[in-house]
C-alpha cells in the first residue's frame, strides 16, 4: 500500500537559514514518481518537482533542492537561504501507476514559517 | 480557460442537503483528480479518473459521495445528505494522463469551500 510520512508538523525559521523538509514513502511497486507541492497562504497548490524511482540523482533549482533516497525511502526537500515568500505548505506525494492511469497519495504536509 | 476552475468557490448548506461541486479541467487533460483537504490538514484523495472511467473509488469515504465525469471534461462530485464532518474545501487537480512527459503531474484548482451548518 502506498503511504508518506511528513513527520514535521510545522517548522519555523528565520529569513536566510536552512531548512530541510523530510518526506519518507511507502510502496510496493517498482515503478513510482514522487514529487512536492506547495500550497502557499492563498491556496492554490503548486507543482514543484517530480521524480521517478529510476532517476535518483539530486537536484537543484535556484534555492531548491531535493535528495532522492531510495535505500531509505525517502526524498528530502532543502530550501536554502528561506526567505518570508517561501512561508507555505508543502506537500510531498507518491503516484503509482494503477488501473487507467496514476494514484497519487498526498503525505500530511510540513508548514513552513519563515520570519524576517 | 487557462486553468482547472472549480465552482462554487464557498458552499455553505444545511445538514441532509445535497450538494454539487463542479470541476472545470485543464483542456485536453485526460486525468482529473478529486481530493478533500479539512482544516490544517493534508489531501485526502478521493477518486480519480481516466477519461470518462474511474478506475480507482477507494477514497470517497462512504456511499452518500460520488462523483462522474462526462465528455472526457467535466466532472462533478455530489454528497448527498451532506453531514457537519463534511465540511472541508474540496479540491479538483487534472493532469495530461498517460499521453505526454508530464503526465502525471497535477495541476490544482483553487477549490471549493463547503460548510455544512
Known amino acids: 500500500a502506498q503511504k508518506v510520512t511528513q513527520a514535521q508538523t510545522e517548522i519555523s525559521v528565520v529569513e536566510k537559514e536552512d531548512v530541510t523538509l523530510d518526506c519518507v514513502y511507502e510502496?510496493?511497486?517498482?515503478?513510482?514518481?514522487l514529487f512536492w507541492y506547495k500550497q502557499p497562504p492563498s491556496g492554490e497548490l503548486v507543482f514543484l518537482i517530480r521524480?521517478?524511482?529510476?532517476?535518483?540523482q539530486n537536484e537543484i533549482s535556484g534555492r531548491y533542492s531535493w535528495n532522492f533516497q531510495k535505500s531509505t525511502s525517502s526524498f528530502n526537500f532543502t530550501i536554502t537561504a528561506s526567505q518570508v515568500v517561501d512561508s507555505a505548505v508543502y506537500f510531498c506525494a507518491l503516484s503509482e501507476l494503477n488501473t487507467g492511469g496514476f494514484k497519487t497519495i498526498f503525505g500530511a504536509g510540513t508548514r513552513l514559517f519563515v520570519k524576517a | 480557460g487557462a486553468g482547472v476552475s472549480q465552482s462554487p468557490s464557498n458552499k455553505v448548506t444545511e445538514k441532509g442537503k445535497d450538494v454539487e461541486l463542479r470541476c472545470d479541467p485543464i483542456s485536453g487533460h485526460t486525468a482529473l483528480y478529486w481530493y478533500r483537504q479539512s482544516l490544517g490538514q493534508g489531501l485526502e484523495f478521493l477518486i480519480y479518473f481516466q477519461g470518462n472511467s474511474a478506475p480507482d473509488k477507494s477514497g470517497l469515504p462512504s456511499d452518500r459521495f460520488s462523483a462522474e465525469r462526462t465528455g472526457g471534461s467535466v466532472s462533478t462530485l455530489t454528497i448527498q445528505r451532506t453531514q457537519q464532518e463534511d465540511s472541508a474545501v474540496y479540491l479538483c487537480a487534472s493532469s495530461p494522463g498517460l499521453a505526454g512527459l508530464s503526465y502525471n503531474e497535477q495541476f490544482f484548482g483553487p477549490g471549493t469551500r463547503l460548510t455544512v451548518l
Open positions: 521524480r521517478n524511482s529510476f532517476d535518483e
Open positions: 510502496t510496493r511497486d517498482t515503478t513510482y514518481y
